[in-house]
Nanobody
Framework: QVQLVESGGGLVQAGGSLRLSCAASGSIFRANAMGWYRQAPGKQRELVARISSGSSTNYAGSVQGRFTISRDNAKDTVYLQMNSLKPEDTAVYYC?????????WGQGTQVTVSS
């Protein structure tokens, strides 16, 4: 069982930055991939960014060039640096850990971008 705890969300003006953190209770080194997803009101949860065990990354087109995902295996923590935030980035952001045998989710952290 792995627990994921997100932090770093909050209210920011458009154009601002936030850094989200996801601390895992188990080794993220063993995960196939770690990811950040988001869900806005009335919308489906969508992939924002993903980083593989080999540190390959992929991003949603809407955040490409603005967001950066990174991982610190020594701290069992994954980060999402979000720059040039837009009102449409407003959502609950969830951390995901993809292991061979199971998929884990955090409880989510709210990000609100005001115009």
């Amino acid at each position: 069982q792995v627990q994921l705890v997100e932090s770093g969300g909050g209210l920011v003006q458009a154009g601002g930055s936030l850094r989200l953190s996801c601390a895992a209770s188990g080794s993220i080194f063993r995960a196939n991939a770690m990811g950040w997803y988001r869900q806005a009101p009335g919308k489906q949860r969508e992939l924002v960014a993903r980083i593989s065990s080999g540190s390959s990354t992929n991003y949603a087109g809407s955040v490409q060039g603005r967001f950066t995902i990174s991982r610190d295996n020594a701290k069992d923590t994954v980060y999402l640096q979000m720059n040039s935030l837009k009102p449409e980035d407003t959502a609950v952001y969830y951390c995901n850990a993809d292991y061979v045998s199971h998929n884990y989710w955090g409880q989510g952290t709210q990000v609100t971008v005001s115009s």
